[in-house]
Structure formats: C-alpha cells, structure tokens
C-alpha cells in the first residue's frame, strides 16, 4: 500500500518549473498568432481635403450679393426718381423731364428691379452653399442665372449710358440738343443710377468667376 502511494506521489505533482513551461509555451503561442484584423483600422478622423477654401469662397460668394442686391436696387430706385420740372413755362409748354420719357430708362429700372428681386431670391442658395460647400447643384444653378442676370443688367446699363451721353452732348449730325444744360438735376439722377447699375454688372461677374472656381473640384 505504501509503496502504492509512494509510486502515485509523483504523477499527481507537478513542479513549478514545468508549470513555467507550460505557461510560457502558451504565451508564447499567443504572441506568435497574428493580430486580427480590427486592430489595424485606424480610430484617427479623416478631414475632408480643402474643405476651409470652399467655405471661404461660399461666404464671399454671400456678400457679394449683398453688394449686388444693394446696387441693383439702387439703380432702380435712384432712376425711378428722376424728374424734374424746370421754373419757367410757356402757355402752351411746360418743360419736365422724367425717367418714363424714355424707354431705355423704363427698361433700365425693369432690368435693375429683377436682377434685385433675383439676388434676394437666390440668398438661401448661396446660405446652402455655406453650409454644404461641396454641393454642386445649387452652385451650377447660381451660376447659370448669374450670367443671365449680369447679361440684362449690362444691357440695360448701356442702354442708359447711351441716353446719358447724348443727354450731355447731344448730337450734331441728328440735330439734337443737349438737354442737361438746362435739366441739371435730372442728368445728375441719371448719371448716378447708371454708375449704381454698373456696378451692380461688376459685382455679378466677381459672383460668376467666384462661383466657377468654388466649382472646381479638388
């Protein structure tokens, strides 16, 4: 019986260093398995490439309608208000001038009234763009109307540039007179509305070349 025990004794005891072993041989299967593959993926957030400039561009794009808003209607309301009535009158005359005498002036406060009423109307686009600078419609959509608008400003500003010159010179080869040696106020109305018109026309172009480059991808 004793010899029994004696000779179970050793295969139920383990010594330290075995148990070493073992757990080193473990360890050292572990380390040598290969990572899975969770651990690879990168936690660290991706910017979006050039994402500052086209908001920058989008802001600037907000305030040069502003500009152009103000100009536009402006012009409309500066040239919808010239008129004048000289002192002096005959019995069957009376000289007025005033800006529906002319049909390039009511084309002129037309064309400067809608590309205002445009303007205001397109502000919530370019606020989208703000928001979104990387969306593309709506900056294809500004850029489209702008050139149209620009083309119906310009063309009602060269029309009234035209009536404004010969309103101060004249034409000698038509034999017609100079009238604003004798209508001052109503010249110098006319004269400030074509100037407010045009540049409303240069704020629409710096629109339609900041619109093209904030198309422009990355």
Not at 28 to 41: E, L, M, Q, Y
Not at 85 to 97: G, M, R, S
Not at 149 to 161: E, F, H, P, R
Not at 188 to 203: D, I, K, L, N
Request: charged fraction near 15%; hydrophobic fraction near 55%.
């Amino acid at each position: 019986m004793d010899s029994g025990k004696e000779g179970e004794a050793p295969a139920a005891t383990t010594s330290p260093e075995s148990r070493r072993t073992r757990s080193n041989g473990k360890g050292k299967g572990i380390a040598d398995a290969a990572p899975p593959s969770a651990t690879v993926v990168s936690t660290k957030a991706t910017p979006l490439p050039r994402a500052g400039w086209k908001k920058g561009v989008a802001i600037l794009d907000f305030i040069l309608r502003l500009g152009a808003i103000g100009s536009a209607l402006g012009a409309a309301a500066i040239m919808g208000n010239s008129e004048q009535i000289l002192p002096f009158f005959t019995q069957f005359f009376q000289f007025h001038a005033q800006w529906d005498d002319f049909p390039m002036f009511q084309f002129f406060v037309f064309a400067n009234g809608a590309a205002g009423g445009f303007l205001i109307l397109s502000l919530p686009f370019s606020i989208v763009c703000i928001v979104r600078p990387f969306a593309v419609g709506p900056r294809l959509l500004l850029v489209i109307l702008d050139i149209l608008m620009m083309a119906l400003v310009m063309a009602a500003a060269s029309a009234a540039a035209a009536v404004v010159y010969l309103a101060h010179n004249g034409s000698q080869d038509a034999n017609w007179i100079a009238i604003c040696q004798q209508f001052t106020d109503f010249c110098q109305v006319t004269s400030e509305a074509m100037v407010a018109s045009f540049v409303a026309a240069f704020f629409l172009i710096c629109l339609i070349v900041v619109s093209s480059v904030a198309l422009k991808r990355d």
